[in-house]
């Protein structure tokens, strides 16, 4: 009877060092995450400056930040840059966590994260930020699924937009013809026309809820217009509200000769400001669904 005992007493073969995979190298690798970290303040700035000067560029972040709320300005126009139709956004781990894998040759999506603090010279934190790469759904195997559409009750719309409003409204008959709504700072009122439909009081209430918003005691309506007017286009992105009647064919000559900073700047007052009202409208939206969940025990 053959013998096969040796199969198990033979020394095992010595184990080959991998000969494709190149040796770690830190300093490699620290170079490498600070150009991309450089590359991606570069692409900031480069798109912020084409978005002065370019409507549609503009228009298009305004988009972006209406889906992407959370998301700073750096980052919304980051992906403005990068993949403007985004919807979903994960790294390659939390995709693989979800059970789904991105596409082979995709290329990613940079964007900032939030890295270490450090004290600044003038004794002050700073946060430093590194470039991590993400993937939208469009680029993995994940059955993308279409976005619930919600439909509010437009008087719930309504009373949602105005809540805590940091100023009073009152209804006027004696609004000029090409005027829906208006601020008015001296009283701190909004004058609202009446007997307009829904939308068209939303999207012009919007814009003047945005002004009052803004009024913090040195406020000019000259110069607070155009933040009011993109405050305005987002809040009606993200609420289902017709923008068809915003323009942005034409950029303010202010807005257009402005450098990156600066530019960074105004969008970053848009955001705050759009961001504040959704806050204020979603108290409203989450305490009619707790009402209406408690109405169906």
């Given at each position: 009877?053959p013998?096969?005992?040796?199969?198990?007493?033979?020394?095992?073969?010595?184990?080959?060092?991998?000969?494709?995979l190149?040796a770690?190298?830190?300093?490699?690798?620290?170079?490498?995450?600070?150009?991309e970290?450089?590359?991606?303040?570069?692409?900031?700035?480069?798109?912020?400056?084409?978005?002065?000067?370019?409507?549609e560029?503009?228009?298009?972040?305004?988009?972006?930040?209406a889906r992407f709320?959370?998301?700073?300005?750096?980052?919304?126009?980051?992906?403005?840059?990068?993949?403007?139709?985004?919807?979903?956004?994960a790294?390659?781990?939390?995709?693989?966590?979800?059970?789904?894998y991105?596409?082979k040759g995709?290329?990613?999506?940079?964007l900032?994260?939030?890295?270490?603090?450090?004290?600044?010279?003038?004794?002050?934190?700073?946060v430093?930020?590194?470039a991590?790469k993400?993937?939208?759904?469009?680029q993995?195997n994940?059955k993308q699924k279409a976005?619930?559409?919600?439909?509010r009750?437009?008087r719930?719309l309504?009373?949602?937009?105005?809540n805590?409003?940091?100023c009073?409204?009152?209804?006027s008959?004696?609004l000029?013809d090409?005027v829906?709504a208006v601020?008015?700072?001296?009283?701190?009122?909004?004058l609202?026309?009446?007997?307009?439909?829904?939308?068209?009081i939303?999207?012009s209430?919007?814009?003047?809820l945005?002004?009052a918003?803004?009024?913090?005691g040195?406020y000019?309506?000259?110069?607070?217009?155009?933040?009011a007017?993109?405050?305005?286009?987002i809040?009606?992105?993200r609420n289902?509200?017709?923008?068809?009647t915003?323009?942005?064919?034409?950029?303010?000559?202010t807005v257009?000769?402005m450098?990156?900073p600066?530019?960074?700047r105004q969008?970053?007052?848009?955001?705050d400001?759009?961001?504040?009202?959704?806050m204020?409208?979603?108290?409203v939206?989450?305490?009619n669904?707790?009402?209406?969940d408690?109405g169906?025990?």
């Open positions: 009877m013998n096969y005992d040796d199969i198990f007493t033979s020394p095992a073969p010595a184990k080959e060092a991998p000969t494709d190149p770690f190298n830190k300093e490699t690798w620290v170079g490498k995450k600070q150009q970290r450089s590359d991606a303040y570069s692409l900031i700035d480069d798109t912020a400056l084409k978005m002065a000067c370019n409507g560029l503009f228009q298009t972040y305004l988009d972006v930040q709320d959370r998301y700073s300005v750096g980052n919304a126009i980051l992906i403005t840059a990068q993949n403007p139709e985004a919807t979903k956004l790294d390659f781990d939390k995709w693989k966590e979800d059970g789904a991105v596409n995709e290329t990613g999506i940079t900032l994260e939030p890295g270490n603090e450090y004290e600044r010279e003038d004794g002050s934190t700073g430093s930020y590194n991590k993400v993937f939208d759904v469009s993995t994940a976005e619930p559409v919600v439909t009750d437009e719930l309504l009373k949602a937009l105005i805590d409003a940091p009073q409204l009152s209804i008959e004696n000029p090409n829906n601020y008015k700072p001296d009283s701190k009122t909004i609202i026309r009446q007997g307009m439909d829904a939308q068209t939303f999207r209430l919007a814009n003047e945005a002004h918003h803004m009024d913090k040195d000019k309506r000259s110069e607070s217009s155009f933040n007017y993109c405050s305005a286009y809040l009606c992105k289902g509200i017709s923008v068809d915003f323009n942005f064919d034409r950029m303010p000559e257009s000769k450098d990156a600066a530019m960074r969008l970053a007052a848009i955001r400001v759009s961001n504040e009202i959704s204020d409208m979603n108290r939206f989450e305490k669904q707790k009402n209406r408690d169906a025990r």
